[in-house]
């Protein structure tokens, strides 16, 4: 939980720097990839951490096996 937190605040950190640049350059543009891949990472670190609270949280309603 306490990386989920870390990686979360580096995106919000990462997008208020990006904020404030004056200009679209190379060194901006990679670091809006990076911040897209550490929201990513974000989300699939909380899904993990719901799995692990809640097992079977992620699996169908309709699903006959279950």
């Known amino acids: 939980m306490l990386t989920t937190l870390f990686v979360g605040w580096s995106v919000l950190r990462l997008a208020g720097f990006l904020a404030e640049e004056q200009q679209v350059n190379g060194r901006v543009l990679m670091g809006a990839a990076s911040g897209y891949l ?5 989300a699939g670190l909380l899904f993990t951490g719901l799995e692990t609270i809640q097992p079977g949280s992620f699996s169908s309603l309709q699903d006959p096996g279950a």
């Open 38 to 42: 550490l929201l990513g990472l974000t």
